[in-house]
């Protein structure tokens, strides 16, 4: 009976959930000494995971990917650990930690609690705009590019707000869609059909890349209509809600320069909020993220077996190929945790493995379907091998494996 089990519950469905989800049922479940009396419960908001990146490109049109392979099923993906994995489509409200409880709302109806053995917190971190990631379930993501996309024809101009990857990518997808890109002689594109405005409160684009990477965005960008307001930060927006509770409002953005800009579209692509409401401020760092420890993922301060990964977490910046460095890492200490509970020497479980944020210059920025901008392992990038890696599908190729568990069909 599934009740009678030892719980192992992961929240949010997405890279850090679904991967952490896979590998403990690999490797960690069937390792344990009596493994029929555990199982791993995925709670999420949505049932589908989905591959976030695709976002900037993806809210044009349904017709730019396959949408077989933008969407995937989780629970498909999970049929294959029969009675070891149960998946429940809700959302986590509270976290009682010294109970060892989650109550969840269930997206059927209705508030349930589950008491829990051990417990990873992986429900990332929302965006202002929900055009650009789960802000919701999957129906209304869908419903925000239903309205987004019907507004989208008329549009006679657009505002983004936000000089990060999601803000330029967004810029750049929408300037190269609506406005074409300009001939390869032509330093901008003169006369654009819907003029785009990206404002960014940074000196440069993209913080993460080098300056002289940011400027050949700023480049790209001006090619496909799009124009680079800097060192302003929008400080208001009217009506209040636009571009977060409307996505088609017809809007006033006030700058910190004192300017103001009409726009008849505007999406706010800066900045993400943590996934925490359910969670006491008392386990939040500083920046609201989850304070974990950033060698072992654990929660320290929440007690024994609870651990958080990915972009809800501060271990490390937000972004897929550091989530995907510390599932292993997290999956190992999980497993050490679960051996010594079920009364294994602590000799022959091991050292905890530690996990080491990379911090080198890595970002790849599309800016449209044959151009971008990027670096990766420290290395500038040319504009062919961003297309080549992520512009020519923003990263649908890898997340096939992410999602089926392939990906971890080995430990770490
Ligand atoms: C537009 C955009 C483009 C990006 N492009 C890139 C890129 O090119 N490369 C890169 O490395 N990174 C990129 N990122 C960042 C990347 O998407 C994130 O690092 C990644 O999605 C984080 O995964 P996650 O599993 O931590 O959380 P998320 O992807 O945020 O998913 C959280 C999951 O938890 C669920 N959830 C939320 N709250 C609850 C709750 N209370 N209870 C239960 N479930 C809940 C949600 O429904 C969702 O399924 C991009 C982000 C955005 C917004």
């Known amino acids: 009976m599934a009740d009678t089990k030892k719980s192992i519950i992961v929240l949010g469905g997405s890279y850090a959930g679904v991967s952490i989800a896979h590998n403990l049922l690999k490797h960690a479940i069937p390792n344990l000494p009596s493994k029929e009396s555990y199982e ?21 049109s349904d017709d730019l990917f396959d949408q077989s392979r933008l969407f995937v099923s989780i629970p498909e993906q999970f049929k294959q650990y029969g009675a070891n994995f149960r998946f ?6 509270e976290l009682d930690h010294s109970a060892r409880v989650i109550t969840f709302d269930l997206k059927a109806g209705g508030t349930e609690k ?30 925000s590019w239903a309205e987004f996309r019907k507004a989208l024809p008329a549009a006679k101009s657009i505002v983004v707000a936000g000089g990060g990857p999601t803000g330029v990518e967004t810029a750049g997808e929408l300037g190269e869609h609506l406005n074409g890109r300009a001939g390869y002689l032509s330093s901008k594109l003169e006369n654009p059909k819907v003029p785009i405005t990206l404002v960014t409160a940074g000196s440069e684009l993209l913080p993460i890349l080098r300056t002289s990477l940011a400027r050949k965005a700023e480049d790209m960008l001006t090619k496909v209509g799009v124009t680079v307001v800097k060192n302003a930060r929008v400080t208001a927006v009217a ?36 996934n925490t409401g359910f969670l006491s401020k008392d386990l939040l760092a ?30 490390a910046r937000p972004a897929v190929h550091l989530i995907l460095a510390a599932v292993p890492v997290l999956a190992v200490n ?28 890595t970002q790849m920025v599309p800016i449209g379907k044959s151009k971008g901008v990027g670096a990766g392992g420290g290395f500038a990038l040319p504009s062919f091998m961003v297309w080549l890696i992520k512009g020519r599908d923003y990263w649908l190729w890898t997340v096939g494996k992410l999602w089926s568990g392939q990906q971890w069909n080995k430990e770490g």
């Open 40 to 60: 791993v419960v995925l709670i999420s908001t949505t049932s589908q995971a989905m591959c976030r990146p695709a976002c900037p490109r993806a809210l044009i």
């Open 88 to 93: 429940i489509q809700g959302t986590a409200t």
């Open 334 to 361: 999980i497993k050490k945790d679960l051996l010594l509970d079920a009364g294994k020497d602590k000799a022959a479980v091991g050292e905890d493995r530690v996990y080491k944020e990379d911090t080198k210059e």
């Open 286 to 315: 500083a920046d609201g993220r989850v304070d974990t420890n950033a060698a072992t993922l654990r929660v320290d301060k929440a007690g024994p077996r609870i651990y958080a990964i990915g972009d809800v977490a501060n271990y």
């Open 114 to 143: 589950l008491p829990f053995h051990a417990l990873v917190i992986a429900t990332g971190a929302a965006t202002a705009s929900p055009l650009l990631g789960f802000t919701g379930d999957e129906d209304g993501l869908r419903a």
């Open 239 to 274: 009506p209040e809600h636009a571009g977060t509770g409307t996505v088609a409002a017809k809007t006033t953005v006030t700058l910190s320069t004192g300017k103001t800009l009409e726009a008849d579209l505007y999406i706010p692509g800066c900045g993400t909020t943590p």
